[in-house]
Every structure is written in C-alpha cells, then in structure tokens.
C-alpha cells in the first residue's frame, strides 16, 4: 500500500457533497482510508466485503461458520437506524477502484442501555489501526446516542480482539465457565 498523497486527495473528492459524517484518517503505515456511516449505497460492497473475508477471520467475526451467498446475513448487516443499529465503515482505494477494506457496528440489546458491538477489518488491512479507529468512532456514537454499556462477545482464540478491547479499555472476562468465549465490556459513561 502506498503512502501516496494523492490517495488523501482521491477520498477528499469523494466527500464532496457528503453531508453524513465522515473522517479521512491515515493508518499507522501513512495510508489513508475513508471513514463514514454505512449507507444503503455500500450494500454490494459490504456483501463482497463478507464474502471475501478469510475463513479465519469470518470465524472470529461471526464465531463460527455460515453461508457466503446469505442474503439474510447481508440484509441484517444492512438494517441500520442510525440510533439502535449503526455501522460505520472503511473505505479505500485498492488498484484504482474503491474497496471496503473494514467496519465496526453495534446492535442496541432490547429492554437496557447497553449494545453489543462487533468489528471486522480485511487480511491485508489488520495490524495497521483500522480497527482502532473504527471502533473509536463507534464508540464516540454509541456515547453520543446514551449507551451505558459497549458489550463485545468473542471466541477466546480471537487475539486480536483481546488486544483491541484491552488497549480501548474493555474489561474482559469468561462466563459460566466456559472457556470458549470471552466477554468484553466497556463502561460508556467514561
């Protein structure tokens, strides 16, 4: 990936106009991607984001296996309120062409003040900062529209994640006993 500077002014032509909002931030390695609320418009894009996510990785995010081609999955993914259910997404230019390259969003739980949060980010984009950010932003969101609690619910063999959540300052811990999952939770009112 280069660190080009055409690449910051590339997404700052795509911005033109938007009146979401968005952010152009540079990854440790000095590349830049687009951060912006997901929007009915990346719906192809999101579906080949999840499509090509290594096994590995879709195991972590979606503990476990499950259909490439679920439409169901795509339009959960996609049911987004912008208050309850909000995503944002990582955008940046791959061979000329503009790629999802990560995401983060979180689901209210029903009944409390607290969500349940999930972030995925492509193979080739891990250990740069991207989840970083993007779970900065979801976060700040999540503040922003009166959560209490952040909750992260994860396989106990997903490093990354454990990595993440303890340097944002989740406090993690096993439930019942079991050994396979960890919990993840972060006090909002901070």
Request: charged residues 25%.
């Amino acid at each position: 990936m280069s660190t080009d500077p055409s690449q910051h002014k590339a997404l700052s032509a795509l911005c033109q106009g938007e009146t979401e909002e968005h952010w152009i931030e540079a990854l440790n390695d000095g590349t830049h991607v687009l951060i912006r609320s997901l929007q009915e418009r990346d719906r192809l894009r999101e579906f080949q984001f999840v499509r090509h996510l290594s096994a590995e990785a879709r195991r972590a995010r979606f503990m476990g296996g499950f259909n490439r081609e679920d439409l169901t999955l795509l339009d959960q993914l996609m049911d987004l309120d912008g208050h309850d259910r909000v995503a944002y997404v990582a955008l940046a230019h791959v061979d000329g062409e503009l790629h999802e390259v990560g995401v983060s969003r979180y689901a209210a739980i029903p009944g409390e003040k607290h969500c349940e949060c999930a972030v995925a980010v492509a193979d080739d984009w891990q250990r740069r900062g991207l989840g970083t950010l993007l779970m900065q932003h979801l976060i700040e969101a999540a503040r922003r529209n009166g959560f209490k609690q952040m909750i992260s619910l994860d396989l106990a063999s997903n490093y990354g994640m454990h990595r993440l959540a303890k340097k944002l300052g989740f406090t993690s811990r096993y439930d019942n006993g079991q050994f396979s999952e960890l919990t993840h939770e972060l006090d909002l009112s901070r």
